[in-house]
């Protein structure tokens, strides 16, 4: 039997409040001090006492239980993207080409009235709770990631995390058992050739023609090497190469993404992408150079972790609020936290008119009425795992 929880309109106006300062005054990965500020400060009302060791601008705070025989994490990220935000409200952001499109204000603001309602019902809650407000989800090196080496994780038995998802109905909680997001790695090709006369092609090694032979036998590592029971995904973002008409230029610039959902599918994409740029630009004369930039892993949920937030969901909300989401290829950081230990992240849903626009979209905005939901699942999850 789940501890009755009230999120009542009192807890949730509140939230709203937090939720709309964030917005307005959003921060770009690693930049978040004044938002850390904003945390720090509501922490200290509360009386949660911070844990000091872990990097600036991520705060740490830790919750003593009644009993503390486990100690469960919950997660949210305080980033914002650099995105010029185009619909008008009272709360717009206030920083030029800066707005939280991805819901992180929500997500900070969910975990601050989490930490409210710990304050103001310490005896209901048996089990320690870690704090984490983590910096830099939307950037690589990932926040979740240096977070984890400096020790964020030691001592927790379980973690737990959410995302307001604009793509799952209001009303509506849910996840992906097993492989969830996918990894997002990314690589950066120079292609070295011998410029010369477009007229006189043969006294030149074209990198724009070795270019397109790289792009399509990317595509075979896809449909040739990665087994068909497993998603991958390479697409190039960019492609830079001479400004005339009739000039053979001697470099063209290759840029892209790699995205799987397990870890050897990832692996695979960059030897291979690496390989074939080097075999393939050499059997044309060129030289291909090519650069791997680590991104994100991919994202486990753990079956056990898995079962045990279903039950609360449909517990907590009734049956019918509970589905099963189809994995995505979008990538998520708090997967360095699951490769570590036990624990589920998990989406809540927000479609409506208020919500209709997708993440990273520069009209995209909350349905603040899923905050409740999302408030009283982290606090349930906190009290029964």
């Known amino acids: 039997m789940l501890t009755a929880v009230l999120v009542d309109s009192e807890l949730k106006a509140w939230a709203i409040e937090q939720r709309r300062h964030l917005h307005m005054h959003p921060e770009l990965s690693g930049q978040e001090y004044g938002t850390a500020a904003f945390v720090k400060e509501k922490l200290a009302q509360f009386g949660i006492p911070l844990e000091s060791q872990f990097s600036a601008p991520s705060v740490v705070a830790f919750f003593k239980g009644t009993e503390g025989k486990k100690t469960i994490a919950l997660r949210a990220d305080m980033d914002a993207l650099p995105i010029q935000e185009e619909i008008e409200k009272p709360y717009k952001s206030t920083v030029p080409g800066v ?49 984890v080496r400096e020790g964020v994780l030691e001592g927790v038995d379980e973690i737990y995390g959410i995302h307001l998802m604009s793509s799952l109905a ?38 724009v023609y070795v ?75 060129a030289k291909g150079h090519y650069e791997y930039i680590e991104g994100t892993i991919p ?66 905005d909350i349905d603040e009425d899923a905050m409740p939901k999302a408030i009283e699942l982290m606090i349930q999850l906190a009290l029964n795992a």
């Open 299 to 364: 994202l486990y949920n753990h079956p056990e972790a898995c079962e045990f937030a279903q039950k609360v969901i449909e517990e907590t909300f009734g049956a019918d609020t509970f589905v099963t989401v189809e994995p995505s290829t979008g990538a998520e950081d708090f997967s360095y936290y699951l490769k570590e230990i036990k624990g589920a992240f998990i989406d809540v849903g927000m479609q409506s008119e208020k919500s209709q626009y997708p993440h990273h979209h520069p009209r995209f």
């Open 211 to 285: 270019a397109t032979h790289l792009i399509q036998a990317f595509q075979s590592i896809i449909s040739r090497n990665l087994s068909p029971q497993e998603a991958g995904v390479i697409s190039i973002g960019g492609l830079q190469a001479g400004n005339s008409y009739n000039v053979i230029p001697s470099e063209a610039r290759l840029q892209g993404t790699m995205r799987a959902m397990t870890y050897e599918a990832a692996d695979l994409l960059q030897t291979k992408t690496r390989q074939l740029t080097e075999m393939l630009c050499a059997s044309f004369g």
């Open 170 to 207: 209001l009303g509506k909680i849910g996840f992906a058992v097993g492989a969830s997001r996918a990894s997002c790695n990314d690589f950066d090709i120079t292609i070295e050739g011998v410029g010369g006369h477009a007229g006189q092609p043969h006294l030149a090694v074209d990198p």
């Open 99 to 147: 707005m939280h499109a991805c819901g992180h204000d929500g997500h900070t603001a969910i975990l601050l009235s989490v930490s409210k309602w710990l304050s103001e019902n310490p005896g209901l809650v048996k089990n320690n709770i870690r704090l984490i407000f983590q910096s830099s989800e939307e950037a690589s090196p990932s926040g979740a990631q240096k977070l």
